[in-house]
């Protein structure tokens, strides 16, 4: 036995001189070297079968490769021998020299008398050519005077004044005006449609009723109808501001009721 066994076992034995040595910690402490040398040599085999398997694989395939060179044949026929170029064609004849052929005719002397046509010939009018000023005529050229439209830009309307507008008559009477003229349209009768529409306008400083719109509808023509019963109203008393007629935005409801 080795002196380094020797030493470790007796260092094992000082350690577990005065313990219970069946517990797991002695046995592993004896052990311990025979399972690194056991491990050791599992890792070295495992290396060596992984680096030496490769290599003897591609040995084994090096010596089965059989390199065959083959002559490959081919027969291209006998080679074509240099035949002379036929001669170039003829060329073609000169085209026929064309004969100009010219007539002579003899002038024809007439004894007649010509007559003057009254039609100026080249010498007539070289010698009656004068030079003549052209006289520049004066244009007289009239600009129109453009009048500016004048557009009349009408101030915002008022939402309340000291005066309001009011209906000539009363309300009474635009009440009856409104139930004597609005017509209950088809369509929300069919529909069982009933409301209020509310309109709104502005009474002109003269009384007129202009911009008519709907605020607040409930469809099935109704809203076209409270707008058409409006624009048909009478003038109106103007509303006033200081003791002065100034134009105000009106709102009206118009209520529709199935009987």
């Given amino acids: 036995m080795s002196p380094k066994k020797e030493y470790t076992e007796n260092f094992d034995e000082i350690v577990f001189e005065k313990r219970f040595k069946e517990y797991g910690a002695y046995r592993l402490r004896h052990i311990y070297k025979k399972h690194m040398n056991i491990a050791m040599a599992i890792s070295i085999t495992l290396l060596l079968i992984g680096v030496g ?11 089965r490769t059989v390199n065959v060179d083959k002559e490959v044949l081919v027969d291209l026929g006998p080679a074509p021998t240099k035949e002379e170029a036929p001669p170039p064609p003829p060329p073609p004849p000169p085209p026929e020299a064309l004969e100009q052929k010219v007539k002579f005719t003899a002038p024809v002397v007439v004894n007649d008398t010509i007559e003057d046509s009254g039609n100026l010939n080249q010498d007539d009018l070289s010698n009656k050519t004068t030079n003549v000023v052209p006289v520049e005529e004066e244009l007289n050229v009239v600009e ?6 004048i557009v009349e830009v009408k101030p915002p309307p008022f939402i309340v004044v000291e005066e309001m507008p009011s209906y000539p008559g009363g309300d009474e009477s635009r009440i009856k005006f409104i139930t004597e003229n609005v017509v209950y349209p088809v369509m929300a009768k069919e529909s069982n449609i009933q409301g209020t529409v509310y309109v709104t306008f502005v009474v002109e400083n003269d009384g007129s009723i202009t911009d008519v719109k709907v605020l607040r509808g409930i469809g099935g023509g109704c809203d076209e109808e409270a707008v058409r019963v409006v624009k048909m109203m009478p003038k109106w008393n103007a509303g006033k501001q200081s003791g002065k007629s100034v134009r105000v935005q009106f709102n009206l409801p118009i209520k529709f009721t199935l009987q």
């Fill in 144 to 149: 129109e005077e453009v009048k500016p439209e």
């Fill in 53 to 63: 398997v490769p290599l003897i694989a591609g040995y084994m395939n090096k010596v």
